[in-house]
């Protein structure tokens, strides 16, 4: 951090950036390096008696072809754009620029539309618009895809999603599963708003916790509306029904909040990469604190 720090005071702004851009880049190849040297993803489940059964189901997956695939994760960091597609696959069989035009304005919404036809993800449709794929039931599945790309691309480390194990007790599916630095790091992702989630997914969530034991889980949600009215009271209650006493649910801040450094919840204000950086960061200056 000193060397970053003293960048910024020394040099003009273009040098900054270009130089900070090289570190990170220079970080994520050393995480890259070190995740390469330790044992892989199949490898550490495996040592927990964990052993995949299926994963990655690409029936219910809204991606395009191979080419545009980096773009098209880029454009995923857009809340607007990821609100679209919801948008789309709820109304995939015909669709009109006016019904779809509700997280954004009608000029970004065309970009959109014009940006997913020069992909082939939609097609036009007379006066409307159609999926090109109409077997997409969920935009959760191309989330999970996202969330495990960020995993990727961000932070070095090997990912896989949608992944389910034959476990006899506990069963489910594990929406995201990463290595990071030889550790675990599970996510559960939620693509629905808080009011459609019920007390029983928190309880299923921490159910897999406990069963993986996980270095780092994060319950993720795709929204920008608040943790505390709903989410984090359903933590709080499940958590009294299972320890004496309780964890706390700690705000991290804003709406991120953490149960002893381990077990976040998240949801996607401002940026999904940039909160996750934060959970994991905060996990690293915790298990680095001597004191």
Not at 38 to 48: D, E, P
Not at 123 to 130: C, F, G, L, N, V
Not at 213 to 234: G, H, S
Not at 255 to 275: T, Y
């Amino acid at each position: 951090m000193r060397a970053t720090a003293s960048i910024i005071v020394d040099g003009d702004d273009s040098k900054t950036s270009d130089e900070i851009a090289f570190l990170r880049d220079e970080v994520q190849r050393l995480r890259k390096t070190l995740n390469e040297q330790t044992a892989g993803l199949a490898m550490l489940l495996r040592r927990r008696g964990f052993i995949i059964y299926k994963k990655e189901p690409a029936d219910d997956l809204l991606l395009p072809a191979k080419k545009h695939i980096d773009e098209y994760y880029r454009m995923l960091h857009a809340y607007s754009f990821r609100l679209l597609l919801r948008d789309l696959i709820k109304h995939q069989e015909q669709f009109t620029l006016e019904q779809v035009t509700r997280y954004a304005t009608p000029s970004v919404t065309r970009e959109y539309l014009d940006y997913l036809l020069s992909i082939r993800l939609i097609r036009k449709k007379a006066k409307a618009y159609a999926l090109a794929k109409s077997s997409v039931t969920s935009f959760g599945t191309t989330l999970e895809w996202y969330i495990a790309e960020i995993c990727k691309r961000e932070f070095g480390s090997e990912s896989a999603w949608g992944v389910k194990f034959k476990r006899p007790k506990i069963g489910g599916d594990y929406d995201v599963i990463a290595k990071l630095d030889g550790s675990l790091l599970y996510s559960e992702v939620k693509s629905s708003p808080p009011k459609q989630i019920y007390d029983s997914e928190v309880a299923a969530f921490l159910d897999r916790v406990a069963d993986l034991a996980p270095a780092i889980a994060v319950f993720f949600m795709d929204t920008e509306l608040r943790m505390k009215d709903k989410i984090v009271p359903m933590f709080e209650k499940e958590l009294q029904k299972r320890y004496d006493p309780p964890p706390d649910v700690v705000r991290m801040e804003r709406e991120l909040f953490q149960i002893n450094n381990r077990i976040f919840i998240v949801n996607a204000k401002e940026s999904i990469i940039g909160n996750i950086e934060k959970v994991v960061s905060r996990y690293y200056q915790k298990i680095g604190n001597l004191t």
